[in-house]
């Protein structure tokens, strides 16, 4: 079993910036493939961005809602993965979820992430 674990959400103005942590433990893997989410009252769960972890270079992919102004990222052999969120707009306020697969693929459909964390609330402020 896959443990999630989400920190960092909070209150900001527009224009502002975060970081999301996601710690996992358990049954863990480097090269498994993790990613954020997204949830907006009365919306469905939105991609944000996944990372497949690699030593030489990582794959990442994001939506377009939110490329150029965030970043995932995973340190190493560290079973954390972050969400680093800048020029943030009031259309990204939603909680935050973090997930994780149980392969090293890269991939953007929710249905293919068995474990997922509580979620994190991010509110951005106009």
């Known amino acids: 079993q896959v443990r999630l674990v989400e920190s960092g959400g909070g209150l900001v103005q527009a224009g502002g910036s975060l970081r999301l942590s996601c710690a996992a433990s358990g049954r863990t893997f480097t090269t498994n493939a993790m990613a954020w989410f997204r949830q907006s009252p009365g919306k469905e769960r939105e991609f944000v961005a996944t990372i497949v972890y690699r030593r030489d270079a990582s794959t990442t992919h994001y939506s377009d809602s939110v490329k150029g102004r965030f970043t995932i990222s995973r340190v190493g052999a560290e079973n954390t993965v972050y969400l680093d969120m800048n020029s943030l707009k009031s259309e990204d306020t939603a909680v935050y979820y973090c997930?994780?697969?149980?392969?090293?693929?890269?991939?953007?459909?929710?249905?293919?992430?068995?474990?997922w964390g509580q979620g994190t609330q991010v509110t951005v402020s106009s």
């Open positions: 997930a994780a697969t149980a392969h090293n693929r890269p991939t953007t459909l929710k249905h293919q992430y068995p474990y």
